[in-house]
């Protein structure tokens, strides 16, 4: 497995928290858009696009907006996501400068399995669109990657205002490709960002591991 870079997780954890804060003051945002801010223009098209959808439930029932990928991510070697990775870590540090808090920020850690998908649209639906047809969350939440030969790990922050959509995804998700950081490990203090790295080196790669077949 890949090695785990315990402070750069943490660093890049409140890295997004802070971004993901800023972002919740876009309020007229609808919840696919809301945390997908960053929206890179690749073959001159943004990555992103955003429509409005009725999921293929009857007329005048339930309408939102859901992602469509310009580009299929799973396609060319699987190197978009990674791609996308670094260039979202870039831009959240140039937004952000040395923009610092001490605050703690309410909310929990999603992870998932980015390349281990059906691509049915279940999540998608379930959560009003904040995670996408590829099960994967949005793009302002990522803060940490972990590559594991052919299987990746995608950290997200979820803030509480949409850790009930987030569950909801997990809920109907058929092949449980998403998860809460937490409950692999009930004791662990990660509902709440913890201020400094566990003491116990090992505990934190334990919980690691228990995502990896």
Not at 118 to 129: I, Y
Not at 161 to 167: I, R
Request: proline share 4%.
């Amino acid at each position: 497995m890949q090695e785990i870079n315990e402070t750069l997780f943490y660093e890049n954890l409140k890295l997004s928290q802070i971004y993901c804060e800023q972002q919740l003051l876009n309020c007229d945002k609808n919840t696919a858009s809301i945390f997908r801010s960053i929206n890179p223009i690749i073959n001159g098209r943004n990555i992103f696009e955003f429509k409005i959808s009725d999921y293929g439930f009857a007329p005048k029932t339930r309408y939102c907006f859901s992602t469509e990928w310009t580009q299929d991510p799973l396609r060319n070697g699987n190197a978009l996501y990674n791609e996308l990775f670094d260039l979202q870590l870039l831009k959240k540090r140039d937004h952000l400068g040395k923009t610092l808090s001490n605050k703690e920020y309410n909310g929990r850690i999603l992870v998932a399995q980015i390349d281990c998908t059906v691509t049915d649209g279940a999540s998608e639906v379930s959560s009003m669109g904040l995670i996408d047809v590829y099960d994967c969350p949005p793009i302002d939440t990522w803060f940490y990657l972990l590559d594991n030969i052919n299987e990746r790990l995608l950290f997200a922050w979820i803030p509480n205002e949409f850790v009930y959509d987030a569950n909801q995804a997990i809920e109907v998700n058929c092949v449980d490709c998403l998860s809460w950081f937490d409950e692999k490990e009930p004791q662990n203090k990660f509902s709440k960002v913890a201020q400094q790295p566990d003491n116990n080196p090992k505990s934190f790669y334990d919980i690691i591991r228990k995502y990896f077949k």
